[in-house]
């Protein structure tokens, strides 16, 4: 069954700093990952995906996502963290496929970054 | 230009009620969904309709009975309201076909059971 799985359930990184949110999945198939943010009592908002391609994706506000297929990783990234950045972070997987499209998400990073 | 929207977006109720929540895309995709965010922010798949056809049902109480009457709205209807009702309920939207599969969520719902 796919799976997704965030170890953290907060990440606290000093504004400037680089951050990293971890996500590993478990799939049958080709991975299809998305990381979603979701700001206070707002709904989620895509970030990035990585369908094939480079490992290394780029995405909205300046964050990158590593796809490492022998981890089975898909960790998010930015190099200088903002203070605005502080919100709750969700990596997904795509199970289906053609119309079939359900994302199963992990259960949620919370990022703090302090000035 | 709200590309996923949701009514209500507060919606407090008594148990036993019946109420419904409202969900429209101006984004012309063909696949609409609704997700449960409960209180610890665990987001799970309710339901998925395809061009109006149902296609995912993920083991939700018939309580819950959605409806799409045309590829641009979907609708929630929950019947005989529990307190375990009570969480935020999101749509979303995305294109079935083609590389494009990211979701595009509304804002939420947020219901409480009392």
């Known amino acids: 069954a796919q799976s997704v799985a965030q170890p953290e359930d907060q990440v606290n990184v000093a504004e400037g700093n680089p951050l990293t949110v971890k996500c590993t999945y478990s799939v049958s198939g080709n991975p299809y990952l998305f990381w979603y943010v979701q700001y206070p009592n707002r709904g989620l908002q895509f970030l990035l995906k990585y369908i094939t391609g480079d490992n290394l994706v780029k995405g909205s506000y300046g964050f990158e996502a590593e796809f490492n297929k022998s981890q089975t990783s898909f960790h998010l990234k930015k190099p200088s963290a903002l203070v605005s950045d502080s919100a709750l972070y969700f990596c997904?997987?795509?199970?289906?496929?053609?119309?079939?499209?359900?994302?199963?998400f992990g259960a949620g990073t919370r990022l703090a970054v302090h000035p | 230009d709200t590309a996923v929207s949701q009514t209500p977006k507060y919606l407090v109720t008594q148990m036993g009620n019946d109420k419904s929540i409202k969900c429209e895309q101006n984004?012309?995709?063909?696949?609409m969904y609704w997700y449960k965010q409960d209180s610890k922010k665990f987001l799970k798949i309710m339901f998925s309709y395809n061009n109006k056809e149902l296609i995912i049902n993920e083991t939700v109480p018939n309580r819950f009975s959605p409806k799409s009457p045309d590829k641009a709205h979907l609708n929630l209807h929950i019947n005989s309201l529990e307190l375990g009702d009570s969480a935020v309920y999101f749509c979303?939207?995305?294109?079935?076909?083609?590389?494009?599969?990211?979701?595009?969520f509304g804002p939420g719902t947020r219901l409480t059971v009392t």
């Open positions: 984004l012309g995709h063909d696949t």
């Open positions: 997904a997987v795509r199970h289906g496929a053609g119309g079939y499209n359900k994302l199963i």
């Open positions: 979303a939207s995305s294109q079935a076909a083609g590389t494009s599969y990211e979701q595009y």
